[in-house]
Nanobody, 121 residues
Framework: QVQLVESGGGLVQPGGSLRLRCVASGSIFSINAMGWYRQAPGKQRELVGAINSGGRTNYADSAKGRFTISRDNAKNTVYLQMDSLKPEDTAVYYC???????????????WGQGTQVTVSS
């Protein structure tokens, strides 16, 4: 079984910063891409940023220049550093990963439970 657990969300003022963390655990052989998505009330879930196993990144236009995604392969962990936060960044942020599980020859996609980010005041 593979589990993704996010942490680091909270309430922050506009212009502030947060760092989200997602740790994957379980029967993991390797992890290909890891990414962050977000979903605001009444809106569709959208990609924020992603990073592959070699460290190559890509970002949504809304995040580019403000957010930085990184990973620690030894710890099966992905981070999202969010700077210059805006009220429109308010959403539940979900971790996502493509995982090759031990004893399997195919990739499975997993989601975390999400962490709330609120940018207000």
């Amino acid at each position: 079984q593979v589990q993704l657990v996010e942490s680091g969300g909270g309430l922050v003022q506009p212009g502030g910063s947060l760092r989200l963390r997602c740790v994957a655990s379980g029967s993991i052989f390797s992890i290909n891409a890891m990414g962050w998505y977000r979903q605001a009330p009444g809106k569709q879930r959208e990609l924020v940023g992603a990073i592959n196993s070699g460290g190559r990144t890509n970002y949504a236009d809304s995040a580019k220049g403000r957010f930085t995604i990184s990973r620690d392969n030894a710890k099966n962990t992905v981070y999202l550093q969010m700077d210059s936060l805006k009220p429109e960044d308010t959403a539940v942020y979900y971790c996502n990963a493509d995982v090759y599980s031990s004893g399997s020859y195919y990739v499975n996609n997993y989601w975390g439970q999400g962490t709330q980010v609120t940018v207000s005041s």
